[in-house]
């Protein structure tokens, strides 16, 4: 098994910063990817951003130029640095694993950016 334990969300307005931390224990060998997924109210989940365990990245057509995923191996935790954040940003947003073919999920945090 491998838990997620996710920091960072709250409340920021229109245009301000947040990151976003998730921590990953347990068996975190083989980890494949990380990342992250959101979900407004009424819609489906959707990827945010992910990166693989050797760097690559992926993002969102909505978020790229204004967040970044990052990771340190060393303490095993992905970051999500979001910048210029929108109203339209706002949902709970959830860390992701995939070890081989197993998904991990975290509780999930709530951002939300008033306008």
């Known amino acids: 098994q491998v838990q997620l334990v996710e920091s960072g969300g709250g409340l920021v307005q229109a245009g301000g910063s947040l990151r976003l931390s998730c921590a990953a224990s347990?068996?975190?060998?083989?980890?494949?990817?990380m990342g992250w997924y959101r979900q407004a109210p009424g819609k489906q989940r959707e990827l945010v951003a992910r990166i693989t365990s050797g760097g690559s990245t992926d993002y969102a057509d909505t978020v790229k130029g204004r967040f970044t995923i990052s990771r340190d191996n060393a303490k095993n935790t992905v970051y999500l640095q979001m910048n210029s954040l929108k109203p339209e940003d706002t949902a709970v947003y959830y860390c992701?694993?995939?070890?081989?073919?197993?998904?991990?999920w975290g509780q999930g945090t709530q951002v939300t950016v008033s306008s």
């Open positions: 347990g068996i975190i060998f083989n980890i494949n990817a």
């Open positions: 992701h694993a995939r070890r081989v073919t197993s998904n991990f």
